[in-house]
DNA sequence: CCGGATGTTCACCT
DNA sequence: GAGGTGAACATCCG
């Protein structure tokens, strides 16, 4: 499922549909369109009209339409974007791209050039609507500023981890990319948010945005250099240390014991006499 | 067969 | 009010 880099290589797919007319429209899922929106209602804001332009913040992704209301396309576990036949820059899905079955299709846009843009979801759990609530979104993890970051942490006591994937809050990161993230830091997912310090919270900034660019370069949220190691018997793929298992904000988290410690103060003796 | 999986939302507790 | 848990969605994989 995408997280934001995944999303990110969707925006990417989406630029080719700008521009071109859009002769017909299937929305067969209605259980898909969210808000109480009919298949009736987008075809008809969509027919005959075109997309200007591609945007994203966090995991949502939105198509404005010219003339229209915005297009927003939550993609949840296991929903991608098809454009002309092609599945993107995404590999490595739980879906293959060889695999889809076209039940899973939940929107198709027919454009007067022959092309196409789909929208496929295997378990529906993204969705379609119009006119997104955009402010819903925290900053997204991509241009988050530090000052932002501390703003955000300093809100809440809940655990580190639960604060970030928090999409209200901070927009983007799901489980592999916090996991990678606060691993990079050496945090431990389960501080409270509150509880860090200034250097900690500049080591995160920091860890957050040397993932996504990392893991944006590799080809999505799945290529960290945790991920291989998440699964029963991982090692820490630093210090080969047995890594450990949780599970936080409702979702299995994994860390390294050996560079994420539950408690502020870490490694050197500290303790005065 | 069972449990878990890159997400979100909601009801229901504490 | 803030957070946590479990369920729901539907499918595949180990």
Known sequence: MPEMLEVESYRRLALRCLQRTIAEVDAPDPWYLKDGLSAAAVVDVLRGRRFDAARRTGKLLMLDIRDGPVL??????????VVDGDVGAVDGLLYGPSRIAAAWVRLTVRFDDGGAMAMVDARRLGGITLDPDETALGP?????????LTTILDRSRAPLKAVLMDQRRLAGLGNLLTDEALWRAGLHPGRPANDLDAAEITKLHKAIRATLRICGQRGGSHTGDLVPHRQPGGVCPRTGVPLERLTIGGRTTWFSP????PSPRRGASVEPL
């Open 72 to 81: 927003g396309l939550h993609f949840g576990m296991t929903g991608r974007l």
């Open 140 to 148: 997204d993890a991509a241009v988050v500023t530090r000052k932002q």
């Open 258 to 261: 050996a560079r994420q410690h």
